[in-house]
């Protein structure tokens, strides 16, 4: 089945979720592996070095310098790769609120990383976007 590209449609049924945990971003060089202990929720190499997602304690257990504390909010509606300004009209919103917000695409939903300590707030943001599309 593809996914949705309907922007109305996407907005509707974006249906938020909170993960539990608080995650952060991890970086190292690209001759490294990530050690087999940690389960990244992302990953994504660049010319730099290789930067991954982990649940906090993974990187604290491990030793790992990170950044950005934050708590994963999936948009749960099945969303098409080439749906065109979902994720600019969801994170414009939360822009327009003061959060900053990392945003990853993946093959069925899209997900937002925000600031710990304001997740609850964006959540309701992003419900009553919902709503009021």
Known sequence: MPGERNLATLLQNMRPEMHEGVFVFCSISGDEEIPATLTPVHIFREREGT??????EEAESAGLFYQCASRLITLTVYSSLEAVGFLAAVTGRLAEAGFSVNAVSAFYHDHLFVPEHRADEALRHLLSMSRQA
């Open 51 to 56: 930067t991954f997602v982990v649940r906090r």
